[in-house]
């Protein structure tokens, strides 16, 4: 597994992707999605319309409950991974793959899926809309997908019961707006949205069997970060070669966007060309006698 960035908060640690025992992806159509660093943080593309999946895996022999968020948001209660094969149902893989509703026994799942965005308040449609975003300071408090993995314990059920119920939140209540600009300099033209819902029932647990329980105290081990981005976004700050084609998005946005990321593609093709030009600079040689 390659080795990641590793920051120390507080006692615990922060991941990026992949360290040691640790693995999380994102999928779309079964596939694992590009990865891009920007700015030290590790980002994919977010394509509007796309149903996508979180797979995690663990590679150790602990046990341990698991937890996906986006924006801050729990998609749906904890899930657990044992590594010692000791409890009933041992895995040592999850995929998160919806919203779920949980609750007496009746889950609602909604498919994990990228939305177009549409942004609110000032268009910044103007001849200097997304002039600046190229180079703008990036806001990575939006479009923000974290697994954070939990110690756990072997436990045995007294009785026969159904697992952890759950309320997700996929409301946009309280959330500020975007204006069209700033959608542009953040990469926010696709968000984390709910799709299609589908309804069963939940898995009955019967008493004698054995689960991984919250460890006392329930101390976080790790979070793993991951970040979507828009393939404007990845063209501007990361690598244009795996990113899809620059306008091919553009058709579903308004006049204001589209000329905010007409704009900010001229920035970044002038910064382009002096960058060519100072290196001709740099590599003539001055043959003159002194």
Not at 201 to 216: D, I, T
Not at 220 to 236: G, I, K
């Amino acid at each position: 597994i390659p080795a990641c960035r590793v920051v120390d908060l507080g006692g615990f640690v922060t991941l990026v992707m992949r360290q040691g025992k640790f693995e999380l992806q994102l999928l779309v159509d079964g596939t694992p999605l590009p990865e891009h660093s920007v700015e030290g943080h590790t980002c994919v593309e977010a394509k509007p319309g796309s149903q996508f999946k979180l797979r995690f895996r663990y590679h150790g022999s602990e046990m341990h409950q698991v937890e996906a968020r986006i924006d801050g948001k729990p998609i749906s209660a904890r899930y657990a991974v044992d590594g010692t094969g000791t409890t009933s149902l041992a895995h040592s893989e999850v995929t998160f793959d919806a919203w779920e509703k949980s609750e007496g026994g009746s889950k609602v799942k909604s498919h994990l899926i990228f939305e177009q965005t549409h942004g609110g308040g000032d268009g910044g449609g103007g001849e200097s809309a997304g002039s600046g975003l190229a180079t703008a300071a990036v806001d990575w408090s939006r479009g923000a997908i974290s697994l954070r993995v939990y110690a756990g314990e072997r436990s045995v059920l007294t009785q026969d019961t159904y697992g952890a119920s759950h309320r997700p939140d996929v409301s946009r209540r309280g959330s500020p707006s975007l204006s069209e600009a700033q959608m542009v300099k953040g990469g926010h033209s696709a968000t984390a949205g709910a799709g299609e819902k589908h309804f069963s029932q939940e898995f009955l647990w019967r008493a004698g069997m054995s689960f991984v329980a919250k460890a006392p105290g329930d101390p976080l081990v790790a979070e793993m970060m991951l970040y979507y981005r828009d393939s404007f976004f990845l063209l501007l700050r990361g690598d244009e070669t795996r990113v899809s084609a620059q306008g091919a998005d553009e058709n579903t946005l308004s006049n204001a966007a589209v000329q905010a990321r007409q704009n900010a593609r001229r920035v970044l093709d002038t910064q382009k060309r002096l960058a060519k030009k100072q290196k001709l600079a740099a590599a003539v040689i001055d043959l003159t006698d002194a």
